[in-house]
């Protein structure tokens, strides 16, 4: 009854946290900038709208083009429900789960691509570009990362890896592995220092310029599927943040694990208020140093794992 419990909470966090992170996000970088700054619900109501609207596809776009952002989105919800949000337990939990997940992040950002790709745009080729070199630098970040908690735990499972983090690794480790997914999570969901989702500057974007000629529904599905990647790097920090085990606790771990997750929207509208977008030169040594960060931590936990 409680992994019952557990796993619907889950599934109504990837549906709700994802916009409620976002506004969080715009709001804290409101109150750095001396404004109001638009209400915590914008975002729903800005996804709402596009819904609503009818889309304008070119005349070269071929059925692709709108496929895409249903790929996209479709993709995202499957990840979010194979990372563990509140523990060592998620909706989809299976032997080496944590290969589907990498890869079926790596689906939406092939499509997301190929959309852009599709509509014969040169502004969208470039972004399509810079998605594709920026990948190579993260997808060596995660496994290793992944590959630090297997070792540390012993587990097989994305849920098990992250969830028995607290019970098989010293605490003075947490921080790197935090660190690393915290950039990880720029670079998925497009985020300051990486990408900036504000700029209106074509030759300095990286996702906004491939989203450039999606309107309505699959515009929408863009938004919400970027939310998406933010939301489930968040609940991966706050599973391993969280003193409170879903086993004993299931509520309140639930609760503690929300609340992290709206801490770190707060941390990342304080580094989008603080911290200027990177050169474009200087972002893949920044992704190669979470990845040198994650190798070390997969060389600590086998260090430590040999010596116990």
């Known amino acids: 009854m409680t992994e019952l419990l557990v796993l619907l909470a889950h599934a109504v966090a990837v549906l709700l946290m994802p916009l409620a992170m976002v506004g969080i996000v715009n709001r804290t970088k409101a109150l750095w900038a001396g404004r109001k700054g638009p209400p915590l619900l914008q975002s729903w109501w800005d996804v709402w709208r596009l819904l609503h609207k009818r889309p304008v596809v070119s005349e070269v776009a071929t059925p692709l083009f709108r496929a895409g952002a249903w790929v996209v989105l479709v993709a995202s919800l499957l990840a979010a429900l194979i990372a563990p949000l509140f523990g060592a337990v998620a909706p989809l939990q299976f032997s080496h789960d944590f290969i589907v997940f990498a890869y079926t992040l790596g689906l939406a950002r092939l499509f997301l691509m190929l959309s852009a790709m599709d509509v014969g745009s040169s502004f969208e080729g470039m972004g399509a570009a ?81 989203v450039l000629d999606h309107s309505g529904p699959e515009l929408a599905a863009m938004q919400y599927g970027a939310a998406i990647k933010m939301s489930l790097y968040a609940g991966l920090i706050a599973t391993l943040v969280n003193p409170i085990n879903v086993s004993d606790h299931p509520l309140l771990a639930v609760l503690v694990s929300l609340g992290l997750m709206a801490a770190v929207a707060v941390v990342v509208g304080c580094i989008e208020s603080l911290v200027a977008r990177l050169r474009m030169r200087l972002v893949p040594p920044y992704l190669m140093g979470a990845s040198l960060l994650a190798a070390a931590c997969l060389g600590v936990a086998g260090w430590l794992r040999g010596a116990a």
């Not at 605490?171 to 300051?192: D, F, H, N, T, Y």
Request: proline share 6%.
């Open 130 to 210: 810079r998605e594709a070199s920026f990948t190579a630098f993260v997808e060596p970040a995660l496994f290793l990362l992944i590959g630090a908690a297997g070792v540390a735990s012993g587990q097989t499972s994305f849920a098990g890896l992250i969830g028995q983090w607290h019970a098989s690794a010293p605490a003075w480790l947490l921080a790197p592995v935090v660190l690393v997914l915290l950039v990880l999570l720029q670079a998925e969901a497009s985020r300051v220092p990486v990408d900036d989702p504000l700029t209106h500057l074509e030759l300095t974007m990286v996702h906004e310029v491939m």
